[in-house]
């Protein structure tokens, strides 16, 4: 088998963590190769609510304002019982005090991704491109593909998702499932639909639901519930599926639930929720000598807060930051060209153990309160539904803005 020639970086999938990955890395100066398994940008989920912390990493690499043209900005977030038919809870996305204002806008996956594809050298992504097995050799790590090629890399990163090969080989196990289901989509009106810039958010006894306009035309919803077993043949059939989401949905005001009558049925498809246990978190290896994970393949959680894109960004802004240092040429002045490789070995591996240290704590806060958040939301005895819809009701939706507040800092450092 060919071994191709050595790549500094090699990052594994080409979602929002391995394009921002990328993009920080080469606003730095630094080339590395992403790897994508499928033949195109993949774009299930349609949407993303990108809130304040997340915008601050799109501005890091210098994409913010070009999605922010293209979306529109939130101005708070709506709380609503299905069960009682009342509003539990509205919280602005203004100012608040020292806090400042909150920037929310529900972004479409596919110009985000095309945003910061359309900023990446060309010749950045490599597609149809699976990696089936990872090999040590030294002081690199050797890639072997499914079409039989092999890439010998400096660095590897995982960026493939929740069920990352890359975290595998790290020793984190499969994700855990929630017993919770989610169903996403969006429609477009050939006209204005006028919905107020809202994020409008129901909840009913065992699910919750939401949609969110993304500009003047699309609007994109969700649904999220956990199935019992006579709801096990909706995940095959999207007909039976739809009905079933409008049915319970059967409450929601008529101009939101258009939008969700309107969405074709290839756009009904029951995604499990899974996430990783906080304490694997703690203990387990974020990186491991000059391997490490980003994104779902590290932090895979809950939708409940709305971070798992949002946090994929802060990962990317933190590991080219931390990763420049190692590739920067001021302290190799004094080394022997015999232990150039071993030093720079030991550099990456210290600047990603700081990427793993700088990132585990956030990481663990956002999945243990997502999955905390979730389980409350989509309680189903009158006692938690009692308690979302009164006395948590304010808290919940101020809760998505605290961890909102968070700052990963400019890519360079200095």
Request: one cysteine or more.
């Amino acid at each position: 088998m060919e071994t191709e020639v050595v790549e500094d970086i090699v990052i594994v999938g080409a979602g929002i963590a391995g394009l921002t990955t990328s993009l920080g890395l080469h606003r730095l100066g630094i080339r590395s190769l992403v790897l994508e398994s499928s033949d195109t940008l993949r774009i299930t989920g349609f949407a993303l609510t990108l809130w304040d912390n997340a915008w601050k990493a799109l501005d890091a690499v210098g994409v913010g304002d070009i999605l922010r043209q293209q979306h529109v900005q939130l101005s708070g977030n709506v709380t609503t019982s299905l069960v009682t038919g009342k509003q539990t809870s509205t919280t602005p996305f203004k100012a608040r005090g020292k806090d400042g204002a909150f920037e929310i806008r529900c972004v479409k996956r596919q110009l985000m991704l095309e945003a910061l594809v359309n900023e990446l050298p060309s010749g950045t992504i490599r597609f149809l491109s699976k990696v089936v097995a990872i090999e040590e050799s030294g002081y690199y790590k050797i890639l072997h593909l499914a079409d039989g090629t092999a890439i010998k890399t400096k660095v590897l990163i995982g960026c493939d998702g929740v069920n990352s090969g890359v975290a595998k080989w790290l020793g984190f196990k499969e994700a855990s499932f929630t017993g919770r289901y989610a169903v996403r989509g969006f429609a477009e009106s050939k006209s204005n639909h006028w919905l107020d810039p809202k994020f409008m958010q129901f909840f009913g006894k065992g699910f919750r639901a939401g949609a969110i306009p993304c500009d003047e035309k699309t609007v994109y919803w969700f649904f999220t519930w956990t199935p019992t077993s006579q709801d096990q043949e909706l995940e095959e059939n999207p007909a039976k599926l739809k009905q079933y989401v409008l049915n319970k949905l059967e409450k929601m005001p008529s101009d939101v639930r258009f939008f969700i009558e309107k969405t074709e049925l290839d756009g009904f498809l029951a995604v499990p929720l899974r996430y990783r246990h906080p304490l694997e978190l703690m203990l387990g290896n974020i990186s491991k000598g000059n391997v490490c994970v980003v994104g779902d393949a590290f932090h895979p959680m809950t939708p409940d807060l709305g971070q798992g894109g949002c946090c994929a960004l802060e990962d990317g802004v933190v590991l080219a930051r931390c990763l420049a240092e190692a590739f920067s040429k001021e302290p190799w002045r004094h080394v022997k060209e015999k232990d150039e490789e071993e030093y720079q070995y030991k550099r990456i591996e210290g600047c990603l153990k700081k990427y793993a240290n700088h990132r585990r704590w956030r990481s663990i806060d956002l999945t243990a309160t997502s999955h905390m958040v979730g389980s409350i939301q989509q309680g189903e005895s009158k006692f938690v539904t009692f308690l979302r819809d009164t006395i948590l009701a304010a808290f919940l939706g101020s809760l998505l803005l605290k961890k909102s507040k968070y700052d990963c800092g400019e890519l360079n450092s200095s």
